[in-house]
């Protein structure tokens, strides 16, 4: 099974900051790897695919990179709604998911 | 519009048995592979189990393996997820999830998978 582990596990940050999160996979799985958002009691939110493509209608401020085992998640200009928990995702092989990181306001 | 709404959720004693259902409307359910994803309180996202869009194969976690099935019936738009034997540690949110996948390239050598609508969430609590 592919392990997923992502830093940090929590982040502070003001509105108009900009943000990188990382995730890290324990194999290669290329560019299989998804980001979701997550608001308290709320479904996720699908965000971005194959590592770096936003799914329509996700603001341009969100941008994914990497390949292989290393990934990322930038927000710049962070807005107010965008302070939730953020989650990676592998798709290579059986899904598996990153244990989050929650992104708070300073 | 593109919706999933799971239900079948409630209070269960250990052991016992828990069937939930997801009903797909909006899209052409047929064409998607579905999963399940849960989150127990306080905790992060764990996918479940998958079911291809023509029930031809399923996979399942290693923590549910043997105690739950997927299922799904084209003809009504709905996924199921049988639950058998709950222990505590089942106690959680429950998502169905859409399967979309993204072709890479012209020659759609290369599909990129990914869950691209939710629904709101079943919750189970298995307690005593």
């Known amino acids: 099974d592919v392990q997923m582990t992502q830093s940090p596990s929590s982040l502070s940050a003001s509105v108009g900051d900009r943000v990188t999160i990382t995730c890290r996979a324990s194999?290669?799985?290329?560019?299989?790897l998804n980001w979701y958002q997550q608001k308290p009691g709320k479904a996720p939110k699908f965000l971005i695919y194959?590592?770096?493509s936003l799914q329509s209608g996700v603001p341009a401020r969100f941008s994914g990179s990497g390949s292989e085992t290393d990934f990322s998640l930038t927000i710049s200009d962070l807005q107010p709604e965008d302070f939730a928990t953020y989650y990676c995702?592998?798709?290579?092989?059986?899904?598996?998911f990153g244990q989050g990181t929650k992104l708070e306001i300073k | 519009q593109v919706q999933l709404v799971e239900s079948g959720g409630g209070v269960v004693q250990p052991g016992r048995s828990l069937r939930l259902s997801c009903a797909a409307s909006?899209?052409?359910?047929?064409?998607?592979?579905m999963h399940w994803v849960r989150q127990a309180p306080g905790k992060g996202l764990e996918w479940v189990a998958v079911?291809?869009?023509?029930?031809?194969?399923?996979y399942y976690a290693d923590s549910v393996k043997g105690r739950f099935s997927i299922s799904r019936d084209n003809s009504k738009n709905t996924l199921d997820l049988q639950m058998y034997s709950l222990r505590a540690e089942d106690t959680a949110v429950y998502y169905c999830?859409?399967?979309?996948?993204?072709?890479?390239?012209?020659?759609?050598?290369?599909?990129?998978?990914?869950?691209?609508?939710w629904g709101k969430g079943t919750t189970v609590t298995v307690s005593s």
């Open positions: 194999q290669n799985v290329s560019r299989y």
């Open positions: 909006g899209f052409t359910f047929g064409h998607h592979g």
């Open positions: 194959a590592a770096s």
């Open positions: 999830a859409r399967e979309a996948r993204h072709c890479s390239d012209v020659g759609c050598s290369i599909y990129y998978y990914y869950m691209d609508v």
């Open positions: 995702q592998q798709s290579y092989d059986t899904p598996s």
């Open positions: 079911i291809w869009f023509d029930g031809g194969r399923k």
